[in-house]
């Protein structure tokens, strides 16, 4: 039961559908931001937070629900492997690094009459670099992992470790949706425009999810003990955990602080796995 959930959940045709909506999501939202920041400016709405903001500040808007559509995709693909999980957290790191660029630009009101203070450009600078470099990592980190895929393949696709995988991932997609409703509901219950930005820009349910994730990974980690005693295969996946716990301790800090973390994170995975797709041949 859980493996034909989730596997209808990982249906490429499925997930291309959930895309186009949270595409045609984001622009909608966007326009609509755009247009209440408008509306607000000329007097139509009174609402001093929105006549106060910037229309850069719309740009975040998208990236903010395209990042809550990556977290989705990021808790399915638990059911497929762990370094393909890993991978898609490793891409979700680099979306809030450019989230952050875009949230920094919004953050300061521009104008023709203001002088930009030389303070804004260092932040940007650190953003920018550090995504660019994680990007880089993690392009690279798929192609190492993408040709040595088929050395896990026999433990991947056991019936019971299939079984296993999926029921964390059905936990993981229940306490998603659960934190996704709480969220919506803490939007609708929203007292005044500035309330309803701040909790729409937080998504704090994120590290408490990633919290669950690194203890269903160790979880899956002592199954894969159990089922082999190959030291190679334990050294590489208790690796990845530890890369993806220092990847979420990322998102728990500032800027530049947070690229660093991410920066070592990614490069960690990217190593082991090119050291195991090296040494898996050796007999250990």
Avoid: W
Wanted: hydrophobic share 55%.
């Amino acid at each position: 039961m859980f493996s034909r959930y989730i596997l209808f959940l990982v249906d490429k045709k499925n997930i291309q559908k959930i895309e186009q909506f949270v595409f045609f999501l984001a622009v909608i939202c966007m326009l609509l931001h755009l247009l209440v920041i408008f509306l607000s400016k000329h007097s139509i709405i009174e609402d001093e937070y929105l006549s106060s903001q910037s229309y850069l500040q719309v740009i975040s808007t998208p990236f903010t629900i395209i990042l809550v559509f990556e977290l989705f995709l990021l808790v399915l693909s638990v059911a497929k492997s762990l370094p393909i999980s890993i991978g898609k957290q490793y891409e979700i790191i680099v979306l809030v690094l450019i989230r952050d660029v875009f949230k920094i630009i919004s953050s300061y009101n521009f104008g023709f009459n203001n002088i930009i203070p030389t303070d804004i450009f260092l932040p940007i600078f650190f953003d920018i670099f550090f995504a660019i470099l994680s990007f880089l990592l993690v392009t690279f980190y798929f192609k190492i992992q993408n040709s040595c895929v088929h050395l896990l393949e026999k433990l991947e696709s056991e019936k019971s470790f299939v079984e296993i995988k999926s029921l964390g991932s059905l936990i993981l997609t229940t306490y998603f949706f659960i934190n996704l409703v709480n969220y919506l509901v803490k939007l609708l219950n929203s007292s005044n425009s500035s309330e309803f930005f701040q909790i729409f820009k937080s998504l704090d349910f994120i590290s408490d999810l990633f919290i669950l994730m690194v203890i269903i990974d160790v979880i899956l980690l002592l199954i894969t003990f159990n089922k082999t005693h190959n030291l190679k295969e334990i050294f590489y996946e208790a690796n990845l955990i530890i890369s993806s716990i220092i990847v979420r301790f990322a998102f728990l800090m500032i800027s530049p602080f947070n690229g660093i973390l991410a920066v070592a994170g990614i490069s960690l995975g990217f190593i082991i796995t090119f050291i195991y797709s090296k040494i898996s041949k050796i007999q250990i």
